[in-house]
């Protein structure tokens, strides 16, 4: 075995999103200034023993991935498991990898807060000799069965976390690969073990843990020291009364003699929520999303408008905390309605109700509202954003 043997560093960012809430992917999201993703291409390529990186993408991902892979890395597509995704990895390292970096070490995406010194240890198990190395954690919890009720507890000290990156020797991991025959392996260290090898633990870092759901973001940039501040985003929209039996305000239908004439479902009130969403992320207006002109749109329930806004705002890193909304108009009288469209408004936007504020006022009949001609809305959200430079 070559000792300081220099390392190909695989990244899978194969993940669909449908687990983290998110439309896309959360290895795109924003942690700090930068994606989630580039922190691992960032630490993987300060190491001065990497000699490539191979990033392993979904193929209706891989413009976004270029993007932000900035030519530093060679992109492939991803399989329809991790496992095929690694195994695609793998095969593009391409045929003087294994002459040239003796190692290869394989790290999820969703693992933004990987360092050089975890690296270090991993490769330090190869350099002493052993085929592969995992980072683990010691688990701190109590570990119990609980298949049906409380079972037995398992010895906690036989126990740990298992992170990534992986690390292993190329040869030995490519091998394993390709004379794996069993189902879908939890990862490429049991596959590695499977063949015989005995597999290293190195020490973990909490840095390492996983962005799972949406709310990780916050906590493993916290981690990271990235730090966040209060935005204010704020919305404004007009509607029409005309003839028509009842109306949408907040995503809540209230009967009236008139209705509110517009493209969409004309819900005033959920257009002003979400230009002040939009607002959050500086992403312009309703209008540039979601254009009038567009027959996708025609008739539409605007909760939609405001799921999009919030989709873009999570992509973003941003997390909504408060919601703040003044219903102009003489009629229909909203008091009655107050709470529904409260309750409806919390539902919509994930929030606790104590976090929906819902006011409302005439304009003492004056102006298009007073006339009763029209309904206004206005709205603020209030949000924590990343502090970038
Ligand atoms: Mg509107």
Same mark, same amino acid.
């Given at each position: 075995m070559e000792a300081e043997g220099k390392f190909a560093a695989i990244i899978v960012a194969g993940g669909t999103g449908s687990r983290s809430g998110l439309a896309q992917p959360k290895q795109f999201a924003l942690l700090g200034a930068k994606p989630v993703l580039a922190w691992s291409i960032? %630490?993987?390529?300060?190491? !001065? /023993?990497?000699?490539? @990186?191979?990033?392993?993408?979904?193929?209706?991902?891989?413009?976004?991935?270029?993007?932000?892979?900035?030519?530093?890395?060679?992109?492939?597509?991803?399989?329809?498991?991790?496992? %095929?995704?690694?195994?695609?990895g793998l095969a593009a390292l391409g045929a003087d990898a294994?002459?040239?970096? !003796?190692?290869? &070490? @394989?790290?999820?995406?969703? /693992?933004?807060?990987?360092?050089?010194?975890?690296?270090? /240890?991993?490769?330090?198990?190869?350099?002493?000799?052993?085929?592969g190395a995992v980072p683990t954690i010691p688990i701190a919890d109590s570990v119990a069965e609980v298949m049906d009720g409380l079972g037995d507890y398992a010895r906690r000290e036989n126990l740990a976390r298992v992170q990534t990156p992986q690390a292993f020797v190329a040869a030995q991991i490519i091998a394993a690969h390709a004379n794996w025959a069993g189902p879908d392996a939890g990862d490429d260290?049991?596959?590695?073990?499977?063949?015989? %090898?005995?597999?290293?633990?190195?020490?973990?870092?909490p840095l390492l843990g996983k962005i799972t759901h949406i709310g990780d973001l916050e906590r493993v940039g916290a981690m990271l020291g990235q730090a966040r501040i209060s935005?204010?985003?704020?919305?404004?929209?007009?509607?029409? &009364?005309?003839?028509?039996?009842? &109306?949408?305000?907040?995503?809540?239908?209230?009967?009236?003699?008139?209705?509110?004439?517009?493209?969409?479902?004309?819900d005033v009130l959920l257009?002003? @929520?979400?230009? %002040?969403?939009?607002?959050?992320?500086?992403?312009?207006? @309703?209008?540039?999303?979601?254009?009038?002109?567009d027959p996708r749109w025609r008739g539409a329930a605007s909760d939609q408008f405001v799921r999009h806004a919030m989709q873009w705002a999570a992509m973003a890193g941003v997390r909504i905390t408060h919601v703040d909304a003044t219903i102009i108009c003489e009629a229909p009288k909203i008091g009655p309605h107050r709470e529904a469209i409260r309750a409806r408004l919390a539902e919509i936007l994930g929030l606790p109700l104590a976090r929906i504020s819902l006011k409302a006022t005439t304009s003492e009949r004056l102006g298009f509202t007073g006339r009763g001609e029209g309904i206004a809305a206005q709205a603020s959200v209030s949000a924590q954003v990343w502090d970038v430079p």
């Open positions: 960032d %630490a993987f390529a300060a190491h !001065p /023993r990497c000699t490539q @990186i191979i990033l392993v993408v979904p193929a209706d991902h891989f413009g976004t991935a270029e993007a932000i892979a900035a030519g530093r890395v060679k992109i492939v597509h991803g399989g329809d498991s991790r496992q %095929a995704s690694v195994a695609a294994v002459t040239d970096a !003796p190692y290869v &070490l @394989i790290h999820d995406a969703a /693992r933004p807060g990987l360092h050089g010194a975890v690296i270090d /240890r991993l490769l330090g198990a190869l350099d002493a000799g052993a085929p260290a049991q596959m590695l073990r499977a063949t015989g %090898a005995k597999v290293a633990l190195v020490s973990g870092d935005v204010v985003g704020s919305g404004f929209d007009v509607h029409r &009364l005309v003839a028509g039996d009842g &109306l949408w305000l907040g995503g809540y239908f209230v009967p009236h003699h008139q209705k509110l004439d517009g493209h969409s479902d004309a257009h002003a @929520i979400t230009d %002040a969403i939009l607002g959050t992320v500086a992403a312009g207006d @309703i209008g540039q999303h979601f254009p009038p002109s």
